[in-house]
Nanobody
Framework: QVQLVESGGGSVQAGGSLRLSCAASGVTYSTYSIMGWFRQTPGKEREGVASIVGDGSTMYADSVKGRFAISQDNDKNTLYLQMNNLKPEDTAMYYC????????????????????WGQGTQVTVSS
């Protein structure tokens, strides 16, 4: 069994910070080729926010670059998303995702490239 469980969401004011966590079970993080964070608002398609591959290489959506940072703790089997200087447009349901198979660099923020998903954690940013 593979399970991804997100936590750390909440309501903050613009300019504030949050750190999201994704606890993995069933398979160690080292088994995954890539892990990432996605977000979705009502009526819109889920979009990639950040991803990290086994060698530590990261990729970020232009909208969050410089404000968000993805990281992983293999010993704790946990993925993190540090979100700083949050903006109202960051409001969304945030999902943790993973893929066992290698993913081309151009698809590292593509929803279709990931097979495993958590249930999401809500982030709300007020102005």
């Amino acid at each position: 069994q593979v399970q991804l469980v997100e936590s750390g969401g909440g309501s903050v004011q613009a300019g504030g910070s949050l750190r999201l966590s994704c606890a993995a079970s069933g398979v160690t993080y080292s088994t995954y080729s890539i892990m990432g964070w996605f977000r979705q608002t009502p009526g819109k398609e889920r979009e990639g926010v950040a991803s990290i591959v086994g060698d530590g290489s990261t990729m970020y959506a232009d909208s969050v670059k410089g404000r968000f940072a993805i990281s992983q703790d293999n010993d704790k089997n946990t993925l993190y998303l540090q979100m700083n200087n949050l903006k109202p447009e960051d409001t969304a349901m945030y999902y943790c995702a993973a893929q066992r198979r290698p993913v081309s660099w151009w698809a590292r923020l593509s929803r279709a490239a990931f097979d495993y998903w958590g249930q999401g954690t809500q982030v709300t940013v007020s102005s």
